[in-house]
Each structure stands twice: as structure tokens, then as C-alpha cells.
């Protein structure tokens, strides 16, 4: 089976790209393929512009990058997220990707007259968000549940995509990067062995 890996992140060196590699050297341990979708090495453009607002109201045909975004989802049997968290939320790059990508008519069907419609009952999702607070201030300010309602169900729920881990990697620079490499090669091995939602 295959996977598209989606990393947000302008460093090559940062963890959360080496993250996404273990999440690929895992796949690759249980015989699966993926592609590594590097949003900022690739230049993609996450400016949600007037073009993207006609696909939404009127049907337009999306641009062309979007439309290689789509197929690149398309192809794949699981999608993954991998990137930091930014002021307690995804990186603006990855959510842009989102925004442009996740559009009227190929996520969802929707008219100002009729119910939502969702278009990806097919796609299995896991997400891996790096922080660097640990786990308890997470907790104390309600970050955890914040991004469950928000990512899990918020974007995906809504196009009806089934995530299927949802992982918070946290304490990142204080000594856990190790432990969340060996979590990421783990999460790749399993991937598609994965059948409930975790946290």
C-alpha cells in the first residue's frame, strides 16, 4: 500500500523532517511505499487566492497545483501529517495546503441549498505534531482536546476522512527527539494495520 507523507517545515534538518523519514523507513520496514510531499521545498503556494474562492462558489476548475495535490492524495491509501505546532496550531504553510487542496467538489459537495456531502470516506489519516512544551501544559490549557476538535474532526471529520492516529510529540528540545523517531518508525510500520483512533 502507499502513503503520501506531507511535512510543513522550511528546515531539511529539522526534526519534523526527520520525522517524516522515519514514518517512510517504517513503511518501507512492512514492505509499503510512500512520497514525501515537502510543502516548503517544493514552493507550494499556500495563499488562498480569488481562484481557490471560485472553485468554492462556483464550481471553477482548480488550479493547477491544486489539482496535483489532489491526485497525489488521490494515489495513496493513507495520508500523513507531519509538522510543528505553531502558536498551538499547524504551521500556516500546512494549513493553506489544506484550505486550497480540500476544496467544494472534490472534499466535500456543498451548495448554500443542499447538505454537506462527504467526498473521502475512502482516505485514512495520522498526524504527527511536534511541540516543544510538555505534555502537562498541553494538557492544563486543553491543547490536546483543542486539536482533536479542530484537526481530526474540524478538517477531516467534516470531508469524512477517517484519522486513525492522531499523536502529539511533545518536549521536542529537551531530549525526547529519540524516543520520537523510534514513535515515528513505529507509526510507519503500522500504519495500515492501524483500525481505531488513537491519541
Known sequence: MHALIVVAHHDPQSLTHSIAAQVAHGLRLADHTSEIADLAAEGFDPR????????????????????????????ADALVLVFPIYWWSMPGLLKGWIDRVFVNGWAIDYGPDTPVVKKLGHLHVHLLALGAADFSAYERHGYAQSMHTQIDYGI?????????????????ESGSAEAHLSTARTVGQGLFKAETVTG
Open 48 to 75: 488562498y487566492s480569488a481562484a481557490d474562492h471560485r472553485v468554492h462558489r462556483e464550481r471553477a476548475a482548480p488550479p493547477a497545483d491544486v489539482l496535483a495535490e489532489q491526485a497525489r492524495i488521490d494515489r
Open 156 to 172: 477531516f471529520d467534516y470531508c469524512g476522512a477517517k484519522v486513525l492516529t492522531s499523536d502529539l510529540l511533545l518536549d521536542s
